[in-house]
């Protein structure tokens, strides 16, 4: 055993936030602790800014106050912006304003209590548009219009990796990677046997050894979107939680999961959340976009997009349209 | 009796005739309320935009995107009152907020793990390798 590259002790560790797992990595095991430090303080400042399911979280202060304007903290108004970014740059495939259509498909509460309860009637809500809501950046107040709720899960979370992936490599001083739910980010210097190797899967839960495709990522952020997590019973069938905001339902399509890499967690999320939501027109989306991504098809056939690896996939590959 | 039937012939066209004449008085009248209409519209649209360029009632009374929309806007009016309604440009966007940005380095595949090493003893083979390979991943992207 003779590496070319210096030893290095690489190591992780994994605890519960934001409702999934998260884990944090290091090229240097003996700086773990400081950085799980500087990781947990970043998931909490943003669970209590913005999380669904708190009543004292500022998130839900502004749905309290909808129609009015609502002071709120630097973090969450910077949450709220890229949530407003991610708008625009998906024309409306990502929408912050989809709290009240998860509401009615019955996503009303913390995710664990949805799946053990007796399955609700499924209703379907208009989603009012990211344009009903506003920030002043000047003041630090945020206002929703009346009969708006936001939800900020598709990226606030991938926002709070990247933010933590640089607050654990500050405090560790080496190379660190965190991911929260399976939205990972990176910063610092990588590992330098080749980087920090990923396995990408439909389930972030699953183990290394789940169907899928081990890669390694050097920067930036990785983020998977499926279509086969966080479902739920309803009368009428299962129900997801990517909700297409032009039909208030679950979105529909030809992709069950989707895997992006890009220059940050956050561009990562929004585009592959995006890809879900766009369905057939995604392949093309991205690769003009010129983001690696990894696309896997309702029957579990894959197509790689724009420089993706295309080696050691688990998963068939997908010739011809996709849809 | 002849001429009886006869005035009442007459009072009958005649009628008719008034109720002719007043349906097109009328008719005339709803064209002039239409053309009216419009112009009147179009010379308080006019006012409107003279007056208060870069408004609309649908803005907010003071987020930043109604200024930055104001600052767009205030190129394409007239010199007049582009002298009274100069705006501050906006910070120039940077890079990552103009787009989705793709990651500095793609990410590269990692070659399936050698198999378990087999019980029977044989001889010692020495696989080529000329970089360590990454570790097994002890981290998984998935949806959650």
């Known amino acids: ?323 | 009796m002849t001429n009886r039937v006869s005035r009442t012939t007459d009072h009958r066209a005649l009628a008719a005739l008034a109720r002719d004449a007043a349906l097109a008085r009328i008719g005339r009248a709803r064209v002039m309320l239409l053309i009216m209409a419009v112009v009147s519209t179009a010379l308080l649209a006019a006012l409107a935009s003279a007056l208060l360029p870069g408004k609309s009632l649908g803005a907010s009374r003071k987020t930043v995107t109604k200024r930055a929309t104001a600052a767009r806007r205030s190129p394409s009016t007239s010199p007049r009152h582009r002298s009274s309604t100069i705006l501050p440009m906006p910070a120039p966007a940077g890079a990552a907020a103009l787009g989705l940005d793709g990651p500095s380095q793609a990410p590269t595949a990692v070659a399936p793990s050698p198999t378990p090493p087999s019980p029977q003893p044989s001889a010692p083979v020495q696989p080529a390798q000329p970089a360590p390979a990454p570790a097994p991943p002890s981290v998984v992207s998935g949806g959650s």
């Open chain 1, 1 to 323: 055993m003779s590496p070319a590259a210096p030893e290095q002790s690489l190591a992780t560790l994994a605890f519960e936030a934001f409702g999934g797992l998260a884990v944090v990595g290091v090229t240097d095991a003996d700086s773990l602790e400081p950085a799980r430090i500087a990781v947990e303080r970043v998931v909490a400042d943003f669970d209590i800014a913005c999380s669904r399911f708190r009543d004292d979280s500022e998130l839900a202060a502004v749905n309290r106050g909808a129609g009015s304007w609502v002071s709120v903290s630097p973090l969450f108004i910077e949450a709220v912006t890229a949530a407003l970014r991610a708008a625009q740059l998906t024309d409306g495939d990502v929408d912050p304003t989809v709290g009240q259509a998860l509401i009615a498909l019955g996503y009303d509460r913390d995710f664990a209590d949805v799946v053990t309860r007796a399955a609700p009637p499924p209703t379907i809500a208009a989603v009012p548009g990211w344009r009903t809501l506003h920030t002043d950046q000047v003041a630090g107040a945020v206002r929703v219009s009346s009969g708006v709720r936001l939800d900020l899960g598709a990226t606030a979370k991938a926002l709070a990796a990247d933010r933590a992936a640089a607050a654990a490599s500050a405090a560790a001083g080496c190379g660190a990677l965190v991911s929260l739910s399976g939205d990972l980010a990176v910063a610092g210097a990588p590992p330098t046997n080749g980087g920090w190797p990923i396995r990408v899967t439909d389930d972030h839960r699953a183990g290394p050894e789940a169907p899928g495709q081990t890669i390694t990522v050097r920067s930036g952020g990785l983020a998977t979107s499926s279509t086969t997590v966080r479902r739920w019973r309803t009368e009428s069938g299962l129900a997801h939680h990517l909700v297409d905001p032009a039909t208030g339902g679950p979105a529909g399509g030809p992709w069950r999961t989707v895997s992006v890499t890009a220059s940050s967690c956050l561009d990562a999320n929004i585009a592959s959340t995006a890809a879900i939501i766009r369905g057939a027109r995604a392949e093309r989306w991205l690769a003009e976009l010129r983001l690696p991504s990894r696309l896997v098809s309702v029957d579990g056939r894959v197509r790689h997009v724009a420089g993706w690896p295309e080696d050691g996939d688990d998963l068939q590959k997908l010739t011809g349209a996709s849809s």
